[in-house]
């Protein structure tokens, strides 16, 4: 009969392999970590110790690292990034005029960016008609349309 139990650190290396493959796929460093520690679990293989206190290690150690390495990694590698809003997160809380009659279901309104966006009115909002002229504030976006509150009328 053979013991399978000695071929333990083939799956060792098996799966670390796997963990770094998947870690180059996804660059966020959580199997960067688990391959960590599994590298644990296989030197405590090769020091001969049972299975499950290798699945132990390796998970403690995982652990540990994904608390404590992981996030210094992260904020490392977005150190110096953009912060500046893009795409529909920079339209969030953007004023704009009104070009055509806004109303809870139809409308034209010219954002602060310049774009030209089809807009409705907030259910939130009293007001059932915003007027050509007037300042909106955009608080979502739902595909195409801009929903927007009336902030202040326009003085003629």
């Known amino acids: 009969m053979i013991d399978l139990t000695q071929y333990v650190w083939l799956v060792w290396l098996i799966f670390i392999v796997v963990c770094i493959i998947i870690e180059l796929l996804t660059l966020e460093f959580t199997f960067l970590m688990i391959a960590f520690g599994s590298i ?60 055509s009659p806004v109303e809870a279901n139809s409308g034209l309104v010219k954002l602060a960016n310049g774009e030209t966006w089809t807009a409705r009115l907030s259910p939130t909002t009293e007001q059932r008609t915003v007027t050509p002229g007037e300042t909106v504030l955009v608080t979502l976006v739902d595909g195409a349309t801009v929903v927007i509150i009336p902030t202040e009328r326009a003085t003629p």
Do not use: C, H
Not at 40 to 63: E, N, Y
Not at 69 to 94: F, H, Q
């Open 40 to 99: 644990a679990g296989l030197g405590a293989d090769l020091l001969g110790l049972p299975w499950w206190l290798q699945f132990l290690i390796a998970a403690g150690v995982s652990v540990l690292l994904i608390l404590t390495i992981r996030p210094v990694l992260l904020r490392y590698m977005r150190k110096g990034e953009d912060p500046t809003p893009s795409n529909i997160a920079a339209l969030l809380g953007m004023t704009g005029r009104v070009l």
